[in-house]
């Protein structure tokens, strides 16, 4: 144990008696692509002296899982832009079956071509890909500036190391509305399942993000419309519901933060690369764990305090010319 930690901690369970198994650890607030429903064009990232280290992410990371965290989820920004990330990734790879059941992470693939047999050599075994539209044009007019063969070329990287793909999909309206079959096509013939995601009110983003909100249930009708679609029993530890297709392979989640609240069972807590707790991804509660990692103080007293102040539930709402739930961006805090 730490020497930080002179006592053995208690379990992580929230005030509303909700036992928290999920870290989602943002190890940058930096990414090299800038989603229009993410990210303004012109970014302001955090300095260095603001971050937390490789170690100190390692350190807190360990404490979490000591504690009762089953998951990991390395988030970012994006997470492979990080110097170091193959440190962490072997640190936290190597407490999988001791105390950790799973590390996983979130990419825009970009670099995943590169960093592919790194991760699995670190014990990840999954991967969630953010791609929202497989028409190059589209996905360059939806991240600003990327390119979608690089993206593809990452995924199969992965895939050819024996990570198996997720893909998520953020539903947007006018932008990859019709979209949704040809994707839902190109998972099953690659071996991908994917997930659908409602766009968030987070951080100023250009233009008016309801423009292009779409409900999932509105989302999904040309699927419903073309073939049944039944619930299935399955988690992963993250808030999405999950639904067979008929005459299809792949499996369908669900995230619906606006339309249908997820929050009765949220087993997550957020560590930023501040070193900030989030109690809620859509509050601006938080608790910051850096001074007292750096100082010695009682981070495992902090840790009881971010527990305590966990809100029941999110306060989400999107409409026109509304101001985002919350000042900061997706990136900022971690996907």
Same mark, same amino acid.
């Given at each position: 144990?730490?020497?930080?930690?002179?006592?053995?901690? @208690?379990?992580?369970?929230? &005030?509303? =008696?909700? *036992?928290?198994?999920?870290?989602? $650890?943002?190890?940058? /607030? !930096?990414?090299?692509?800038?989603?229009?429903?993410?990210?303004?064009?012109?970014?302001?990232?955090?300095?260095?002296?603001?971050?937390?280290?490789?170690?100190?992410?390692?350190?807190?990371?360990?404490?979490?899982?000591?504690?009762?965290?089953?998951?990991?989820?390395?988030?970012?920004?994006?997470?492979?832009?990080?110097?170091?990330?193959?440190?962490?990734?072997?640190?936290?790879?190597?407490?999988?079956?001791?105390?950790?059941?799973?590390?996983?992470?979130?990419?825009?693939?970009?670099?995943?071509?590169?960093? @592919?047999?790194?991760?699995? &050599?670190? =014990?990840? *075994?999954?991967?969630?890909?953010? $791609?929202?539209?497989? /028409? !190059?044009?589209?996905?360059?007019?939806?991240?600003?500036?990327?390119?979608?063969?690089?993206?593809?070329?990452?995924?199969?990287?992965?895939?050819?190391?024996?990570?198996?793909?997720?893909?998520?999909?953020?539903?947007?309206?006018?932008?990859?509305?019709?979209?949704?079959?040809?994707?839902?096509?190109?998972?099953?013939?690659?071996?991908?399942?994917?997930?659908?995601?409602?766009?968030?009110?987070?951080?100023?983003?250009?233009?008016?993000?309801?423009?292009?909100?779409?409900?999932?249930?509105?989302?999904?009708?040309?699927?419903?419309?073309?073939?049944?679609?039944?619930?299935?029993?399955?988690?992963?530890?993250?808030?999405?519901?999950?639904?067979?297709?008929?005459?299809?392979?792949?499996?369908?989640?669900?995230?619906?933060?606006?339309?249908?609240?997820?929050?009765?069972?949220?087993?997550?807590?957020?560590?930023?690369?501040?070193?900030?707790?989030?109690?809620?991804?859509?509050?601006?509660?938080?608790?910051?764990?850096?001074?007292?990692?750096?100082?010695?103080?009682?981070?495992?007293?902090?840790?009881?305090?971010?527990?305590?102040?966990?809100?029941?539930?999110?306060?989400?709402?999107?409409?026109?010319?509304?101001?985002?739930?919350?000042?900061?961006?997706?990136?900022?805090?971690?996907?």
């Amino acid at each position: 144990m730490s020497a930080l930690s002179p006592r053995p901690a @208690a379990r992580l369970t929230d &005030a509303h =008696g909700r *036992r928290i198994e999920y870290l989602r $650890l943002s190890v940058t /607030d !930096r990414c090299d692509l800038r989603c229009r429903y993410c990210m303004a064009e012109d970014m302001q990232f955090l300095p260095k002296a603001a971050v937390l280290s490789i170690e100190e992410m390692g350190e807190l990371a360990e404490r979490f899982v000591a504690r009762g965290i089953r998951r990991i989820r390395l988030t970012g920004g994006e997470p492979l832009v990080r110097r170091g990330i193959e440190m962490l990734a072997a640190r936290l790879g190597a407490l999988v079956g001791n105390g950790l059941d799973e590390l996983t992470l979130t990419t825009n693939a970009m670099r995943l071509a590169e960093h @592919a047999p790194m991760l699995a &050599a670190a =014990g990840v *075994r999954r991967i969630n890909v953010s $791609l929202d539209t497989l /028409d !190059r044009e589209a996905f360059r007019h939806i991240t600003r500036f990327g390119d979608i063969d690089v993206a593809l070329r990452g995924i199969a990287a992965a895939q050819r190391e024996g990570i198996a793909i997720k893909i998520n999909m953020v539903a947007l309206a006018g932008l990859n509305e019709d979209q949704l079959l040809p994707m839902l096509d190109w998972c099953a013939a690659n071996g991908c399942d994917l997930t659908l995601i409602e766009t968030m009110p987070l951080g100023e983003v250009e233009g008016d993000r309801s423009d292009h909100y779409i409900p999932l249930h509105q989302f999904v009708a040309p699927l419903r419309a073309d073939r049944s679609i039944w619930p299935v029993d399955k988690a992963t530890g993250g808030p999405a519901r999950y639904f067979a297709i008929e005459d299809s392979p792949v499996t369908l989640g669900l995230i619906t933060p606006l339309s249908d609240n997820f929050c009765a069972t949220c087993n997550r807590i957020r560590l930023t690369v501040e070193g900030r707790i989030y109690m809620c991804l859509g509050q601006d509660d938080h608790v910051d764990l850096r001074a007292a990692l750096r100082d010695g103080g009682d981070v495992d007293g902090l840790i009881d305090v971010a527990l305590a102040g966990k809100p029941r539930a999110h306060d989400f709402h999107i409409e026109r010319k509304s101001t985002p739930a919350v000042a900061r961006h997706m990136s900022a805090t971690g996907g």
